[in-house]
């Protein structure tokens, strides 16, 4: 008898009583290897010596104090930290409690740019399709996922999706990539043009998606052109880097590696490591100094920014990826996987793709390899391998409507950055054992 209203009441979940590095165990002592760190959270494991004395140091010390009053130690810090990682233009730190608040912030911070800038006519969001950025109602609006969205569209603002930049489902047989960037410049060009050349507020992308599409990296050179498109209509670019973002990708920031620098940015699960809620936007020099040269103040609040609990636990994260030099360890690791990967799947006859970056991988699911064509969505085969990989002992991260919103399966892996060679080919044996068991019951 339970009475949380679970995700899924039809569903019996077992009890995690306990973590320990890379495991969850459960009331039965089953251990199971945290192969997507919940949803790409769990950076450090579970049980890091030193997140957990940071935080007991910080509960003795001060527990909370509202940021409309005072600002507190860890904050600073850890305000100082993420600035001193970032370009020097991107220093400005707002914390929250999770990637959906950051995503609200960051859409209410271009807003107010806009409105303090002379502009209050920019208020067009444009996003891309097969995306997401959170749940609440704001960021659901602009998040392309389709099957998180479609129960409340009624209820959603107004926004735009353009094309995703997702070369393996679409960018055509005869296209190089440069023709593929071209074209995808031009979509968004023309998007803007028609909304009015001066009345878009921002364009929002996810530097490398994560959940919709499973680890889908960006064709080089797209995130700079689109970069160009947002500078020539005054639209700042967002870019959420929620899932992919504080080493996950092997680079601090995922968008080092595009050679683009946003107007503001969002980052949550790797920040805190899942030991405490908490997510921030960083937002450029320009953007913070006109709102405070505007009206002066920002218009939002939540009664937990900067807390400082939250924001001992994320320093003690921070600390601890940066002395370890773990985003070197990511690319090395990253590397392994990814050939483990190749060497399980690349000859499968239902994984159509192999993809990631660093230690964020994907494999899409395909009927047959000559036309990829997906499976039908009524079969739910990524639902059946998560659970069928659970009952193996691995936790990772399928999805489904990985194509477009309806069709595709994947399955993502987002294992702890602390994670062995030896844990790594558990995950990947034990993604193929799933895998094939599932196919042979449909
Ligand atoms: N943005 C991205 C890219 C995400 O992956 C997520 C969560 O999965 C969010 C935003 C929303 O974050 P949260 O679940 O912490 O509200």
């Given amino acids: ?49 030193k997140v957990i004395a940071a935080m007991k140091r910080q509960m003795e010390t001060l527990d909370y104090a509202h940021t409309s009053f005072f600002s507190s130690e860890p904050a600073e810090q850890l305000a100082s930290l993420l600035a001193g990682k970032s370009p020097s233009t991107l220093g400005n730190v707002y914390f929250l409690s999770g990637g959906s608040e950051a995503m609200e912030t960051a859409l209410k911070m271009a ?30 609006a602009i998040g392309g996922n389709l099957p998180r969205r479609t129960l409340y569209e009624p209820l959603l603002m107004k926004t735009t999706q353009v094309s995703p930049c997702f070369a393996f489902r679409y960018r055509l047989a005869d296209e190089s990539d440069a023709d593929y960037i071209e074209r995808l ?26 959940a919709t599409s499973g680890a889908v990296a960006p064709v080089p050179g797209y995130l700079a052109r689109m970069r160009e498109v947002c500078d020539r209509y005054g639209v700042l670019l967002i870019l ?24 503001l940015l969002i980052l949550a699960k790797g920040l805190g490591g899942g030991f405490q809620p908490i997510g921030a936007v960083m937002a ?29 636990a994320a320093l003690a ?12 360890t990511v690319r090395s690791s990253g590397e392994l996987l990814g050939g483990l990967l190749d060497e399980r799947f690349g000859k499968h ?50 999805g489904g409507g990985t194509v477009d919103g309806v069709t ?34 449909q």
């Avoid at 740019?113 to 609440?136: D, I, M």
């Avoid at 803007?192 to 998606?209: I, K, N, R």
């Avoid at 320009?286 to 900067?306: A, D, E, L, P």
């Fill in 284 to 312: 450029s020099d320009r953007v913070v100094q006109t709102i405070s040269r505007g009206s002066g103040s920002f218009q939002h609040g939540h009664t937990y920014v900067g807390h400082p609990i939250a924001c001992a």
């Fill in 349 to 398: 006859s239902h994984v159509g793709d192999i993809r990631g970056r660093g230690l964020f991988w994907a494999i899409e699911l395909v009927q047959d390899r000559d036309g990829n064509r997906p499976f039908a969505p009524g079969l739910r085969l990524h639902a059946k391998i998560k659970q069928a990989a659970q009952t193996h002992g691995l936790l990772c991260y399928p």
């Fill in 111 to 140: 807003r107010q740019y806009h409105v303090e800038n002379g502009q209050p006519q920019r208020c067009h969001f444009v996003s891309r399709r097969q995306s997401y950025h959170g749940n609440t109602l704001g960021a659901l």
């Fill in 1 to 49: 008898m339970t009475h949380i209203f679970h995700r899924n009441p039809a569903l019996t979940l077992p009890l995690a009583v306990r973590g320990e590095g890379c495991y969850l165990i459960d009331a039965t002592g089953q251990h199971y290897f945290d192969g997507s760190g919940g949803a790409a959270v769990s950076c450090l494991g579970h049980k890091h010596p």
């Fill in 185 to 210: 410049g031009l979509e968004l060009e023309h998007t803007f043009l028609d909304l009015g050349p001066d009345s878009v507020a921002a364009f929002v992308a996810e530097t490398v998606v994560g």
């Fill in 240 to 263: 959420d880097e929620v899932m992919c973002g504080i080493g996950r990708t092997g680079s601090y920031h995922a968008f080092e590696q595009e050679g683009v620098v946003p107007d």
């Fill in 317 to 328: 994260v921070q600390q601890e990826i940066i002395e370890q030099n773990l985003c070197a």
């Fill in 408 to 441: 595709g399966d994947h399955v993502l892996l987002a294992p702890p950055y602390i994670s062995t060679p030896e844990q790594l080919a558990f995950a990947v044996d034990t993604l193929a054992v799933a895998l094939d068991e599932t196919l042979a019951i």
